[in-house]
């Protein structure tokens, strides 16, 4: 039986001790029945893997007495990726889950000429990322950051920048072109794809055009894709 | 505007009309207000791509002319999946839809010794299959087989034959040892894995361990990401 994981993002890197608020205590103790004196993990999302000892199984406030503090290593090289928030928001949802899962460090709700969707629920979606991190057993949060302008994005200087469209130009597929080994940026346009405009403003800011493939993919569906196949070339180093 | 596209099953390649059933007939004349005179697309999902001119804008009955056909390439060579259906239905519906819209051929729903779910809902998974090859602008529906027992599937002769299983054993990235240009199998096991025994029979019938990365991914994940590097794989020739 492999030790529960549980997320303590305010927990002091030298912290001794800890008190786990109260929906992290609930499902601590009530629901996966821990009790004093069990062995967990911490994640606070920022690479520390903390070892702790149940010491007060107060379904409440369950505090814990930590044991040992190990600095994770950092995903290197950094993946970012601005996508267009889909209308529907459990495609998008569906895509944090997933694209966490998988490994994003970065996460920019891009605002291009045709996205239908500008804000976003911070809260509900960082609920989101947190449950993702904490199964698929990683140590860093992906930043989930504010919504930005297309014309702000594509200003990035990331070392390597790609964009995936659909026009019928000259493309390359996305695991061949790219180079692994550095941090990159890949932009994914909304349903109805970016604007002839953007595209080419992209283009003159040194993006480079990728396909993701030969069908054509929901907004949410292209993003995994990116996301996976950015992923599988990084770990070909 | 790009022209619609609808599911035809049951048209005979050589049919010179055809009538809608009302389903289809109603999202065609109702939804997308569709008249007589308009040219539309149809797919018998058997790579079949029929250009049709509506004759009888009947909101139950629509019926259409058929102007052209086209046999559209079949995707070479064949990817085929097993993979454990999980307990909660969405997550599995959700990678049905996905992998449609990736690209793939062959779904078994596995049935190995932690498999959770053994039954399908055959007719609501393949209105989802039939949903996502139109949305993608494909031709071939994806050929969503009954439930087999690890047993059975293990002694498939298919070329290539891979194995995704979480033991710490040796194994090599999914996208760095799959070959290229060969009908490919991929077996992809129940939250909890498969069992060391059934990873030691399949590695005697020839199944190749591969990795789909550093995360622990949850079934329907791990489905996706073998489905999308498998894909992209294919794409190398």
């Not at 000259?170 to 109805?192: A, C, N, S, Y």
Request: hydrophobic fraction near 35%; charge should be neutral; aromatic fraction near 6%.
């Amino acid at each position: 039986m492999e030790q529960s994981l549980f997320y303590a993002p305010d927990i002091q890197p030298d912290a001794a001790a800890y008190t786990m608020n109260e929906d992290t205590s609930k499902y601590c103790i009530q629901v996966l029945r821990h009790e004093k004196g069990d062995s967990v993990l911490l994640a606070d999302g920022r690479g520390h893997r903390f070892t702790a000892v149940i010491t007060d199984d107060n379904r409440k406030r369950c505090s814990v007495s930590i044991r040992q503090r190990e600095q994770m290593p950092a995903p290197s090289p950094a993946l970012r990726i601005a996508i267009s928030f889909t209308k529907n928001a459990s495609r998008i949802e569906w895509f944090l889950e997933k694209a966490t899962e998988i490994g994003i460090q970065t996460i920019i709700p891009l605002v291009s000429q045709r996205t239908e969707k500008e804000k976003i629920k911070a809260e509900r979606l960082q609920n989101i990322l947190v449950a993702a991190m904490l199964q698929s057993k990683q140590f860093y949060l992906p930043d989930l950051q504010e919504p930005q302008p297309f014309e702000k994005v594509v200003n990035s200087n990331d070392p390597q920048k790609l964009i995936a469209h659909c026009l019928p130009e000259q493309k390359r597929e996305l695991h061949q072109h790219m180079q692994p080994g550095k941090d990159t940026l890949i932009l994914i346009g909304p349903e109805g794809d970016f604007t002839p405009e953007e595209i080419q403003q992209a283009l003159a800011k040194g993006f480079e055009p990728v396909t993701l493939g030969n069908t054509r993919l929901r907004t949410e569906t292209a993003g995994l894709v990116a996301v996976t196949l950015m992923n599988a070339k990084q770990r070909e180093l």
